[in-house]
């Protein structure tokens, strides 16, 4: 008989099979990598007023490692970790707030939906993303975490540079449905919604077999 502990080591076994066998019959690679850095903007509930305030908080602090996978030439899912930190220029160097970010989003490849001309297909693409994300903020002037969950949508555009990677800009927004700590790293008593921006520019690379194109070019 069989030990307990042996059954998750076969389950695993038999999913990662059972995986491998379904990517080998697709006639596209499914899988891509995305790396992107840019910058967030806190759109409401910014501690400095007016656009210049708002302005104030652009600069490379932000990071969105992702993996994408295509269950069709159009539809598919990606999975993201992003790291962004809220600090104004004008403000000292420990008055900040830092958010740990997973998400999970749905992923609808556009020019693949509309039928458009070949030549514009074949080197450029369009992602529309949307989906739910979850934050750990921590402030650099407190000891206090805040947990955020929220709502995000955005779009990617990609341009192709190979069969194996593109130049991707990636636009998210984010709908936080309670925070309780400021972008001013400053603690609130009670929580509050918010809307943040988030611009981002970076590489796509296709995983797979060679001998076969990524869905978003099939």
Known sequence: ???????????????????????????FNPLSLEIAVGTPVPVT?????????????IGPNAINLAMRYMHTESLGLRGHYGRST???RSA???N????????????????????????????FGLLMTGGLAMSVAKSSLTSKTDVVASLMGGGTLQIK??????????????????????????????????LTLEGLI??????????KRHADWY
């Open 1 to 27: 008989m069989k030990s307990t502990s042996t059954i998750p080591a076969l389950l695993i076994i038999m999913l990662l099979f059972s995986t491998t066998a379904v990517w080998a019959q697709k006639k």
């Open 45 to 57: 509930a910014s501690p400095l007023p007016g656009v210049g305030g708002r302005l104030q908080y």
């Open 86 to 88: 809220f600090q104004a």
């Open 92 to 94: 000292a160097e420990s």
């Open 96 to 123: 900040s707030v830092t958010y740990n970010r997973l998400g999970l989003e749905g992923a609808v490849q556009l020019l693949n939906v509309f039928p458009l001309d070949y030549r514009i297909k074949e080197k």
């Open 161 to 194: 540079l190979s069969e194996k990677m593109s130049l991707i800009g990636v636009g998210n927004g984010y709908i936080n449905l309670s925070q309780s700590v400021g972008y001013d790293g400053v603690s609130k008593s009670s929580g509050f919604k918010s």
């Open 202 to 211: 970076g590489l796509q690379i296709n995983l797979g077999d060679p001998k």
